[in-house]
């Protein structure tokens, strides 16, 4: 058990993506799927419970290791890298796809009342979101939808981790 | 009205800026006094023109809703139908708008709040961006919309430059296609700029660059840059030595 451990820590070690599940499987053919479950658990767990400035963090259906939130500003300074903005207008327009996806931009624009192309463009530059497809109606216009990346970035294990919006339907519906 | 001044920057749009009126006001959404909301979204209109903000037109589309609620407001109510089903308050479409709004408001707040990478969380990453291109060889093949691209960009430059002289010599495309494949079989490649610098005017850029457009056609030359947005070169295309060009 503890030499599985070692294994799986490792490996999350040397990737610079999150693992999934089926790739560690693929790795430890030998072992049993059940045991590779358990180790990864108790991994987590420790990581967890020490104090270390590391934790796994279970994000985009895979498990990454990351330094934690209390060292990131030193973090930031070492890196010399300014923290990508985010604004308002992005995260605004992100949550909106990420809750109603496939979405139009039609319908994205609808919800903020604001012209959202630029927006749009640099969130698809950026990975953030993809075209789906395109809704079969007059124009086919494209849908949008959000990326793993987007995931890995917000720290979601899948899109069922955003809390319910707040339930506004109940108006007059 | 004063304070509207310095939460300019800070409104996403109309919708953000009539929450933030309710707000202020301490309005009841689902009761939203028109009069009110309306004077007050005008006079900050106001004040962005008075600062000569330009007025993005979603604004301007929200305006004309609030006046057409007002109006439709002044109306008389019509007497509720037999089924209780009386005619829909205007506002209601307008506050049901407010509300989605605000909703995904608070959802984008929420994931703004979250350790996000890069920001509050770290991971490792591939080799740092610089790295990347050492080494490389991969290169990219330029599109005849970047050649016309980098083409504009050229005769911008000549713009106002006005020539020594202009001599009607007899340029033809087709010399200058015998010309430039000359120069790249004794030279591996060439930079764009390289073909066009010691020419004097516009008329002898614009048959070179017809020229290499009708070699990149042929498939005679080959237009590409070693990563993206850095110069331009051509070279033979392989399997194309020598002059192509027997007229």
Request: contains cysteine; glycine residues 4%; proline residues 4%.
């Amino acid at each position: 058990m503890k030499d599985l451990q070692s294994i799986l820590e490792a490996l999350l070690f040397v990737s610079d993506a999150p693992v999934t599940f089926e790739r560690l499987r693929e790795t430890l053919p030998e072992r049993e799927a059940g045991d590779i479950r358990n180790a990864l658990n108790a991994l987590v767990e420790e990581y967890r419970s020490r104090d270390s400035g590391l934790y796994i963090a279970e994000v985009s259906g895979g498990y990454q290791i990351r330094t934690r939130e209390s060292v990131r500003d030193w973090i930031r300074k070492f890196r010399k890298e300014r923290p990508p903005a985010l604004s308002r207008a992005a995260v605004e327009t992100l949550a909106v796809i990420a809750y109603r996806q496939p979405v139009l931009k039609a319908e994205i624009e609808k919800v903020r009342g604001v012209d959202s192309s630029g927006t749009l463009k640099s969130l698809l530059e950026r990975n953030l979101i993809r075209m789906v497809g395109r809704k079969d109606v007059p124009g086919k216009p494209i849908l949008y939808g959000t990326t793993r990346k987007f995931l890995e970035i917000f720290h979601l294990r899948d899109l069922s981790e955003l809390p319910t919006l707040r339930d506004w339907k109940e108006l007059g519906e | 009205m004063t304070s509207y001044e310095i939460r300019l920057n800070v409104f996403e749009g109309p919708l953000d800026l009539l929450l933030y009126l309710i707000r202020k006001n301490e309005i009841d959404i689902y009761d939203i006094p028109m009069a009110v909301i309306t004077e007050q979204y005008f006079q900050y209109l106001e004040t962005m023109g008075a600062l000569n903000l330009d007025i993005a037109s979603d604004y301007l589309v929200m305006a004309s809703t609030l006046l057409h609620i007002k109006s439709r407001m002044l109306l008389p109510v019509q007497e509720p139908a037999e089924d209780g089903e009386g005619e829909e308050d205007p506002r209601m479409e307008l506050t049901r708008q407010l509300l989605e709004y605000e909703a995904f408001r608070k959802a984008a707040l929420a994931m703004e709040q979250r350790p996000i990478l890069d920001r509050d969380v770290f991971a490792r990453t591939g080799p740092a961006p610089e790295d990347n291109g050492k080494g490389r060889e991969t290169v990219l093949e330029v599109t005849v919309f970047q050649l016309v691209e980098a083409f504009r960009n050229i005769l911008v430059k000549w713009e106002g430059e006005d020539g020594l002289e202009l001599n009607r010599d007899s340029l033809s495309v087709a010399d200058r296609i015998r010309e430039i494949v000359n120069r790249l079989e004794e030279v591996e490649s060439l930079t764009f700029d390289e073909l066009l610098e010691d020419l004097r005017d516009r008329a002898q850029v614009i048959c070179t660059f017809l020229a290499l457009l009708e070699l990149v056609k042929m498939r005679v030359v080959k237009a590409f840059q070693m990563e993206a947005y850095q110069t331009i070169r051509v070279c033979l295309a392989p399997g194309h030595e020598g002059s192509p060009i027997h007229s």
